[in-house]
């Protein structure tokens, strides 16, 4: 059974009423309405990473009777500051899991840390801080209770220029993406959290995510090629590294939503990938009840109008022969073996301990805040930081004697008389906590301002927005520094054209490009930031801009100014971001990270304007958005469609230079093209030799310059048949002045394969692939071939 009636009824009317646009309908040859079903839904295997936690498991769950397993596999109104909670059972003292937000840090609570968002993580290119993050981040998840994390976020991956949950992801290249996801996940659930990897899949705009009055969501359409090369890639990673919970998204895919779509759950998640995890719906995208449970939802949240409040219509359907118990089973064995997966058994907190639903309710502390944190904390607002332009030796600062700061981004929250931004409650927007003392509305009204005017951000806003600890501002670190260096100080935060002084050392000018969850951006510039820059430029010859940007953030209205001598893109530190950037425009640390995307000269460049899809046409109730680009999304289509970046994705100054040499490429022995080399027994990710390293590629580094920094370089492949090239390969290291480092780079064989659509599998083709190291996708001065 598809669930897909109501578009096939209105397809078979709009085919039968013979109009010009009926016959446009027709003339698409591949898209409408058409994801293939894919039943049954395949049981968790138990496959050997999991294969304890699988038999544990099946042993729970066969003391349970049908209605308590149905009672599990739904949400219930929270006792807690948890987003969500499954049923229990009680019978067995089983207590059920807590789900909260989100992937930058647990949301609406007291006593836990604002971590540098998806964005900041993705532009510092470091593994390790990935890791580090998750880790210490999951554990104060455990403290306060909460099983499941809802994060990593992978989709949107970034095709929508314009999303407004871009930042909440790390990087629109996949195996950027794929790679710090695979970090997050692992951190996360070595801290015994289990990470749900979210959205699945191509929850590419906020515009239409979800349905509204007679408008469906809107329909993602994508080729099957595109989807594996693209969008599944970096949630093969998540799963791959063990990711215990998926959760599917609001749109629909090919006309049918993501949470009922058997082709996505039963086909690709669950047979595909091997994941033996439970898929979770976003809250609320559950759009109906057995078509759902067939095809591969495991627990809706946060409660089921379609499973009935405990699960009773599930039971219901078993008894009157419409759905099988084993998918009942399933749905629960899948949800308890996560459980077991990461020893959540064993001395797991209380649910939601320490976090009443109402956080100003009285309730006795439970910190959360590992002192061990401190160190990623800043270390990953650090490395977030890209500076793309320095000219007249603008930054480092050295002791200056007088600093003009401007612009609404300087300033703490508080200082503009509200807390830390965090929520969005009942329509308006508010900002959360500096300390626990409350929200205090921002804007009122529905739609988020492009801009967000009253201080600096240090996430962005909805569910991925975090509770931080403190907020150090960028003027906050200012004035200690300036403490230390006898500089004096002149701000104006509030005139878009202050005044200068003109024995100013420099003007540092603050703005931002606020984004949110549940709508897309209004643009990537806006006129009032742009005008605050010109019209300090044009009175400070030594003018320094600094841009919070959740998301790409266009400068072409002034980067090319003579008296703007640098530029940061600072993205989304969390609580730490003044602390840091101070520590690097002193140069007490060397900026040390690259763009996770491309900075295009103009909205033009991108594809669609870098605009989501609206309703329209023959299509104003079933919202489209035909992803006829393919894989071509950022550097690929400047690539393909020889389009000059303004700054091109992996693009990053550092304050010394490296070169590049020796490029040693190597293939190992004995590599097969055949598709499927046997033995390969499909592990969670996939067919178990696509991971297999099949070549690796080395390279040195030497640090040319006057300051030991750290690189990141880069490798970028030319696959027969695909895009010019492709990131595979990353490495960040620390190069001492003079020193050089060599770096290693390990090809997998799905890192050079590609999707055959006819036999729906992975392909090593042989031949040569051009290769490329350096220091951005443009700047790649090793070249070479590997001969496969
Ligand atoms: C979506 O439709 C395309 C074109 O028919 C097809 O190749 C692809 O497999 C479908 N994907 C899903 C998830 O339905
Ligand atoms: C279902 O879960 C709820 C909420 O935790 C619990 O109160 C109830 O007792 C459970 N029902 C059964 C049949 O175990
Ligand atoms: C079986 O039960 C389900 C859930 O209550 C209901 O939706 C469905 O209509 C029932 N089917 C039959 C044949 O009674
Ligand atoms: C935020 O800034 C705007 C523009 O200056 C102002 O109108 C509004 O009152 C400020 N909001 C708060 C809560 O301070
Ligand atoms: C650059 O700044 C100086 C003041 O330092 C000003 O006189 C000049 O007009 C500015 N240049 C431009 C192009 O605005
Ligand atoms: C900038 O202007 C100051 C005076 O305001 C002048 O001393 C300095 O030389 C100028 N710098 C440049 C690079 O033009
Ligand atoms: C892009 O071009 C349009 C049309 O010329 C212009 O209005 C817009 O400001 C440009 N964008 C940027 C970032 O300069
Ligand atoms: C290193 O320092 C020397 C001497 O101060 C200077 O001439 C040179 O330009 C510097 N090199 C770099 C890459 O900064």
């Known amino acids: 059974m598809v669930s897909l009636s109501i578009w096939q009824l209105v397809r078979a009317v709009l085919l039968s009423t013979a109009l010009t646009s009926a016959a446009e309908i027709t003339s698409d040859t591949h898209f409408y309405g058409q994801s293939p079903p894919v039943y049954p839904s395949p049981p968790m295997t138990g ?247 067939t095809a591969g939802l495991d627990v809706a949240m946060p409660s089921s109008s379609f499973w009935g409040v405990d699960g009773g219509y599930l039971t219901q359907a078993v008894k009157n022969g419409s759905l099988a118990e084993s998918r009942v089973t399933d749905m629960a064995t899948r949800l308890v073996a996560s459980w077991y997966q990461m020893g959540q058994d064993v001395g797991f907190p209380a649910r939601g301990v320490g976090m009443p639903s109402i956080f100003y309710t009285p309730h006795p502390p439970v910190y959360a805040r590992d002192p061990s944190s401190k160190q990623f904390l800043i270390d990953g607002a650090l490395e977030g930081h890209v500076l793309v332009k320095n000219v007249n030796n603008a930054l480092p600062l050295k002791k200056p004697k007088l600093l003009s700061i401007y612009g609404y981004d300087a300033p703490s929250p508080l200082e503009m008389n509200v807390g830390g931004l965090n929520d969005f409650i009942g329509g308006t927007w508010v900002y959360g906590y500096e300390s626990v003392l409350g929200y205090i509305p921002f804007i009122s009204g529905t739609a988020p301002p492009q801009i967000a005017f009253n201080g600096t951000i240090i996430s962005g806003g909805g569910s991925g927005a975090n509770s931080p600890a403190y907020i150090s501002a960028p003027f906050d670190a200012i004035k200690e520094q300036a403490y230390q260096d006898d500089t004096s100080l002149f701000w104006d935060f509030m005139n878009v054209d202050p005044t200068v002084d003109t024995n100013t050392d420099a003007c540092l000018v603050f703005i931002n490009a606020f984004a949110t969850e549940a709508d897309d951006r209004a643009g990537l510039h806006d006129d009032y930031s742009d005008a605050l820059i010109k019209n300090v430029a044009s009175k400070c010859n030594n003018t320094i801009v600094t841009i919070h940007n959740a998301g790409i953030r266009l400068v072409d209205q002034w980067i090319e100014h003579p008296n703007i001598t640098a530029v940061i893109f600072a993205h989304l530190p969390g609580q730490d971001s003044g602390r840091a950037l101070i520590q690097l425009m002193y140069g007490q640390q060397s900026f040390s990270g690259k763009l996770p995307y491309t900075v295009a000269k103009n909205e033009s460049a991108y594809t669609n304007g870098g605009k989501p899809s609206l309703p329209e046409g023959d299509y104003t109730l079933f919202p489209q958005s035909t992803f006829s680009e393919g894989v071509f999304i950022d550097y690929k289509y400047f690539d393909q469609k020889n389009i000059k970046p303004r700054y091109e994705f992996g693009f990053g100054l550092t304050y010394t230079t490296f070169s590049y040499s020796n490029l040693v490429i190597k293939k190992l022995d004995g590599v097969s093209t055949a598709p499927t080399p046997p033995p390969s027994p499909i592990i969670p990710g996939g067919i178990a030799s696509l991971w297999d390293v099949v070549a690796q590629v ?36 620390g190069v001492p002045v003079g020193g050089t480092v060599t770096v290693e780079f390990d090809l997998m064989r799905r890192d050079l394969s590609t999707w055959d659509v006819a036999s729906q599998g992975w392909v090593l083709q042989g031949g040569g692939y051009d290769l490329w190291v ?3 996708s443009r700047d790649l001065p090793l070249k070479g071939t590997l001969m496969i």
């Open 47 to 293: 496959t050997p990473s999991w294969a304890a936690a699988n038999a544990k498991a099946v042993a729970l769950v066969s003391q349970m009777t049908l209605e308590e397993k149905a009672n599990i596999t739904v949400g219930y109104t929270p006792r807690t500051g948890c987003s969500g909670e499954t049923g229990t059972v009680p019978r067995l003292n089983w207590p059920g899991v807590c789900i909260s937000d989100a992937g930058n840090g647990l949301r609406n609570t007291d006593f836990v840390n604002g971590w540098p968002s998806g964005i900041h993580v993705g532009a510092s290119w470091n593994r390790n801080l990935a890791y580090q993050r998750a880790l210490h981040m999951g554990g104060e998840f455990k403290t306060k209770g909460v099983h499941v994390a809802l994060g990593p976020v992978v989709g949107p991956l970034g095709r929508v220029a314009q999303g407004g949950r871009n930042w909440e992801g790390f990087s629109n290249d996949p195996y950027l993406c794929g790679t710090l996801a695979g970090e997050t996940v692992r951190g996360m659930q070595e801290a015994g959290v289990t990470a749900a990897t979210k959205h699945y899949i191509a929850n590419e705009q906020e515009t239409n995510r979800n349905p509204f009055g007679d408008v469906e969501a809107f329909s993602a359409n994508i080729d099957d090629k595109t989807l594996h090369e693209l969008y599944l890639w970096p949630f093969a990673n998540a799963v791959h590294a063990g990711a215990g919970s998926i959760m599917c998204s609001y749109n629909r895919v090919n006309n049918s939503y993501s949470c009922q779509n058997s082709k996505l759950l039963n086909g690709i998640l669950k047979t595909e990938l091997g994941f033996e995890g439970f898929v979770v719906s976003d809250w609320g995208a559950q759009h109906t009840g057995l078509s759902s449970a």
């Open 698 to 733: 080395t390279a040195t580094i030497t640090n040319t310059g006057n300051m030991t920094c750290s690189e990141v370089a880069q490798l970028y492949v030319r696959i027969p048949g695909g895009p010019l090239k492709q990131l595979r390969g990353f490495s960040k290291v």
């Open 774 to 776: 350096g220091a951005s």
